[in-house]
């Protein structure tokens, strides 16, 4: 349904995904739905970084069709730290379309303003994914991790072709049948920018992971500030409303679409990734 294309080269600043439809290029933000199944309640996720592995890919919001980039920090393409006993993502990471965490709007349950970003999702199946991949997923919990003073939700979820798909319905078969999972996904958001000089991470609900009923709620917020932002005359700064799709003041032409596109050079040469990226990191735990 989705075609994900990759423009410059790997582990390069120059390295842009940008995604498509049946009709052309489109952004994964705004013009992949929330819903794959409205009255099912199947998700779709667009997955930023497999499991097991490091570079900290991610829907580019400034960016005009917001293409995935390779996130940059100080000048420098940022890989996320194997802090033992884990390496890179535990899970296949991504995002949830038409959803935002509204930077000016403090959240009722965690007090606390939204980062500014899509909801993130923790994909717990079977199986790798790829960088670019439209799953489907099924909501079972969420967490509230308070990231520099922000939420920052981690939705949790699951493929609905995993085979243990049809026995997961809420956090609680979490732990029945993948033990240990959820202990360590709170761990592993705890401690992971240590490495990087940063504090431990803190969470809402004493890091407790809340159901699938309260994250139906949290999504449903959060496509809420979505939709309000798309509504607004002006885009907040830093952030492109531009699509294809949704026949609004941001909408732009397939072919201007093309345009954007083609700005990116086809081919590159991939960068050269420091041997450091596969290093253990120990973290002594508070």
Not at 62 to 82: E, F, H, W
Not at 91 to 100: C, S
Not at 204 to 227: E, P, R, T
Request: with cysteine.
């Amino acid at each position: 349904m989705y075609t994900y294309t990759e423009r410059g080269g790997q582990d390069t600043q120059e390295y842009h995904g940008f995604f498509s439809g049946s009709n052309g290029y489109i952004s994964p933000m705004h013009d992949i739905p929330l819903y794959a199944d409205s009255p099912n309640k199947v998700f779709n996720m667009v997955v930023e970084i497999p499991r097991w592995t490091n570079a900290k890919m991610e829907i580019n919001l400034a960016s005009s069709l917001n293409p995935m980039k390779q996130d940059i920090k100080k000048g420098k393409l940022r890989y996320v730290n194997n802090v033992f006993p884990y390496h890179g993502y535990i899970w296949n990471y991504g995002a949830l379309p038409q959803t935002w965490e509204d930077p000016q709007v403090v959240d009722a349950d965690t007090r606390c303003k939204g980062d500014g970003d899509p909801i993130d999702v923790c994909e717990i199946g079977t199986m790798v994914a790829k960088r670019g991949e439209v799953k489907q997923v099924k909501i079972l919990g969420v967490m509230a991790l308070i990231d520099e003073g922000e939420t920052d939700w981690k939705v949790l979820a699951i493929d609905v072709k995993d085979p243990l798909a049809s026995k997961m319905n809420d956090i609680g078969d979490v732990d029945k049948h993948m033990p240990g999972l959820l202990k360590a996904t709170h761990e592993w958001f705890k401690i992971y920018k240590v490495p990087t000089g940063k504090p431990e991470n803190e969470f809402a609900f004493g890091g407790q992971a809340k159901d699938q009923a309260f994250a139906f709620k949290v999504i449903a917020d959060c496509n809420q500030h979505w939709s309000k932002m798309m509504g607004n005359a002006q885009a907040p700064q830093n952030l492109s409303c531009s699509n294809t799709t949704l026949n609004n003041a941001s909408t732009i032409t397939t072919a201007d679409a093309q345009k954007i596109v083609e700005q990116v050079p086809a081919t590159g040469t991939p960068g050269t990734v420091s041997a450091s990226v596969d290093e253990w990191h120990y973290v002594k735990q508070t």
